[in-house]
């Protein structure tokens, strides 16, 4: 298995424009987790599914940001419009019900900068 | 509300040194602690989970519940060691599955 897959890796963009990240879990993973990286703030849980139902979104920022996850190999985080302040390595994370408690499989990340 | 603190961005030791990256934690119920790191170019991984008990890497953390805390040791530093590392805390009442991250630590080792 190629572990959790991500794209883009790098995005650059305007202000104001869409961006659209997305992720395939690892196959047989029914969690799926978006996290975001930033330097000052660490690693914050944006939202997560299980079942590919959204459980708990509080971490989404505002309005500007949803995610959906329309099956269980397929998500996506779009930030629409995007200001520079998302800029941030988005991270996604699967995990399954029969593995142990606490253990995420993280993809490598989509770096995103936003102009 | 449950948070996960970690005082230190930086911490720079030669090798053979001692290392402890400090975690502290605020949680009133039954959490669950774990160790991620992530090396240089490579993903975030699960390091050590607090209730296995477990040595990783030559890593151990225990977890204090008197003093919230659950610090990441190593009696003698390597240079692979250097990485960024995240202490995590799940809610362990509930069957929630999402980890709350601490803001991470950069361990640099020098040789």
């Known amino acids: 298995d190629a572990g959790v897959i991500q794209s883009p890796r790098h995005e650059v963009t305007e202000m104001g424009q869409e961006v659209t990240l997305r992720c395939k879990p690892i196959?047989?993973?029914?969690?799926l987790f978006w996290y975001r990286q930033t330097m000052m703030r660490g690693l914050e849980l944006l939202i997560y599914f299980n079942n590919n139902v959204p459980i708990d979104d509080s971490g989404m920022p505002e309005d500007r940001f949803s995610a959906k996850m329309p099956n269980a190999s397929f998500s996506t985080l779009k930030i629409q419009p995007s200001e520079p302040r998302d800029s941030a390595v988005y991270f996604c994370?699967?995990?399954?019900?029969?593995?142990?408690?606490?253990?995420?499989?993280f993809g490598e990340g989509s770096r995103l900068t936003v102009l | 509300a449950q948070r996960v603190t970690q005082p230190e961005k930086l911490l720079s030791v030669f090798k053979g040194a001692p290392v402890e990256l400090k975690c502290n934690y605020s949680?009133?119920?039954?959490?669950?602690l774990f160790w991620y790191v992530q090396y240089s170019r490579q993903r975030l991984q699960l390091l050590l989970r607090h209730i296995s008990r477990e040595s990783i890497k030559g890593f151990t953390a225990d977890l204090n519940k008197g003093e919230t805390s659950f610090h990441l040791k190593k009696p003698f530093a390597q240079e692979e060691d250097s990485a960024m590392y995240y202490c995590?805390?799940?809610?362990?009442?509930?069957?929630?599955?999402?980890?709350?991250f601490g803001s991470g630590t950069r361990l640099q080792v020098q040789p």
């Open positions: 949680y009133s119920g039954s959490p669950e």
């Open positions: 196959s047989g993973h029914d969690y």
């Open positions: 994370a699967s995990s399954t019900t029969s593995g142990r408690a606490g253990e995420l499989f």
């Open positions: 995590a805390l799940i809610k362990g009442d509930t069957g929630r599955r999402a980890l709350t």
